[in-house]
């Protein structure tokens, strides 16, 4: 299955919840490809420096990630498209209607964290920690075939 | 939360309380600019309280409400043509190498209720602030997406672009309270 994280910028939210996602898929053995996206990003700039620290401390590397903009593209490859605010999720399904039975919505408001301190960042992670969690259980494993956890 | 009929709302609203500090009504504007404005706020209330966001659309939005004015106002008086088409830069430019607007023309612009002396001086000033915002894509009517821009790019583009309204919105197309 793959998913699509969206946020605004793409910097902090989205990178950091599409890491995490991945990182729990593997460890539940389950085939989940997770990439991220933002609706409004400044295409190209890093990931915020707090947000791939507080991501390290769970031993996962989003240091690489750039920002990139939600495309059709992007649209069409995601079975699911998950995002950290209902605002995100009511403007991407006004840009893509047609995509909007993959939309699912973690929490209607998870604060972005944009040039917060470390702790911040550590406590939105874990808040996205949760939510993947139960998002991931919320699928029943009928959506996802099961693979070997590596 | 709000549902599709709210936000319609809220951006209604948005953009009413714009126009509103301008002295204008909406309906002194094309419908074109209408839908620009619409667009405009919509991109405001994705990027509101996201400091993380690129305000680039914001701006493209509102470099869009004002050629569309221009294409549907003064853009069709006779001699002033180049204003419907073109960049906002070259808009400013052409407008810049007029020394002095002909009689006729001083009429013509008159007679929609806009002020020449504005067309004449500070438009081409207010419209190459505006160009100069926008990170020139190469298209005339640019639909691609600004490089960046900031939140404070997003306030000069709205300060700019409701000079440059308040000046060109031909009265006689509505009411100006």
Partial sequence: MNVLVVCTGNT??????????????????????????????????????????????????????????????????????????????????????????????????????????????????????DLLLRFIESLGGTMISSRAPE | MLNAEERRRWRREYVDGFLAQLRLQRDALAPS?????????????????????????????????????????????????????????????????????DDATTQRISSQGIKPDFVKSGLADSLKQLASLRSDTGSAHGNAQLQSASPQHADRARLLTGQILKGIVRVSRGKSK
């Fill in chain 1, 12 to 129: 902090c939210r989205s990178p950091m919840a599409a890491g995490l996602l991945k990182r729990l898929a593997q460890s539940k053995g389950l085939a989940i490809e997770a990439r991220s996206a933002g609706l409004a990003p400044h295409i190209g700039q890093r990931v915020a420096e707090n947000a791939a620290k507080a991501m390290a401390e769970l031993g996962i590397d989003i240091s690489g990630e750039l920002s990139k903009k939600v495309t059709p593209d992007l649209v069409r490859w995601a079975d699911l498209v998950v995002t950290v605010q209902q605002e995100h999720a009511d403007y991407f399904a006004e840009d893509f209607p047609e995509a909007t039975s993959k939309l699912r919505c973690l929490q209607p408001d998870v604060p972005d964290p944009y040039c917060g301190p470390l702790a911040e960042y550590r406590q939105v992670r874990d808040i996205l920690k």
């Fill in chain 2, 33 to 101: 600019t209408q839908k620009c404005l619409d667009q405009w706020a919509r991109q405001v209330k994705l990027v509101a309280d996201q400091p993380s966001s690129n305000f680039g659309n914001v701006v493209l939005e509102l470099c869009k409400a004002v050629e569309s004015e221009l294409a549907s106002g003064l853009g069709t008086i006779r001699g002033l043509e180049f204003l419907a088409r073109g960049t906002l830069g070259e808009k400013a430019h052409a407008l810049k190498g007029i020394t002095a607007f």
